[in-house]
């Protein structure tokens, strides 16, 4: 059985960013305040000074030095914004927001002496929200391990506090367990 195709459209159906996986995880979606477009210099790009964002996923410094080599070749790709996040919650955010997603492209940018690139600016009420859309952004577009794939989907189950518990036991059952085997493309008792 093969896995759920998502494409960016589908991901984003509307100025919020609710998408296909939100739908497919019920619960809170995830919306920011989307401020837009602009481009700014590599070297403002603030990381993120707790790591939430830093370790989504494993850095893959071949992969890195892949895209930046593209990139001196080719220049960089304006359509493959980096996304940033102001966090309302947490006000040092507000004049210097957060990368939430691109790190491989911010390396590879530096890497190849490219100045400016487009950001993307999302404003969210919660850290927890920002988590959210960048777990379904990630999910959505990048070519993941099964177990790679499952990790992620699992902390965005429990960042939605979607499963329930069996009796005794930590398995994870219910609706969740069903959506995250149908996305996989797995059975749910593989999930």
């Known amino acids: 059985m093969a896995g759920i195709k998502v494409s960016y459209k589908d991901l984003k159906k509307d100025d919020n960013g609710n998408g296909q ?6 619960g809170k979606s995830t919306s920011s305040k989307n401020t837009g477009f602009e481009t700014i210099e590599v ?9 939430d964002f830093v370790n989504l996923f494993p850095f893959n410094e071949d992969s890195a030095r892949s895209i930046a080599e593209s990139m001196q070749n080719k220049g ?18 507000i004049d210097n927001p957060i990368r939430i997603d691109g790190a491989h492209r911010c390396w590879a940018a530096k890497e190849a002496g490219i100045e400016k690139i487009p950001v993307y600016i999302h404003t969210f009420e919660t850290r927890v929200e920002a988590l959210i859309y960048a777990y379904e952004l990630q999910l959505n577009r990048r070519n993941l391990e099964a177990y790679e794939k499952l990790d992620a989907m699992q902390k965005l189950d429990q960042l939605k506090n979607r499963g329930r518990k069996k009796d005794d036991d930590s398995e994870t059952s219910g609706k969740s367990a069903e959506d995250m085997a149908k996305l996989m493309g797995v059975s749910c008792r593989q999930a």
Request: charged share 35%; no cysteine.
């Open 21 to 26: 996986l939100a739908t497919i995880f019920g």
């Open 76 to 93: 960089y790709d304006k359509t493959q914004v980096i996304h940033v996040a102001k966090i309302l919650e947490e006000p040092e955010t």
């Open 43 to 51: 070297e403002k790009i603030s990381e993120d000074p707790k790591g």
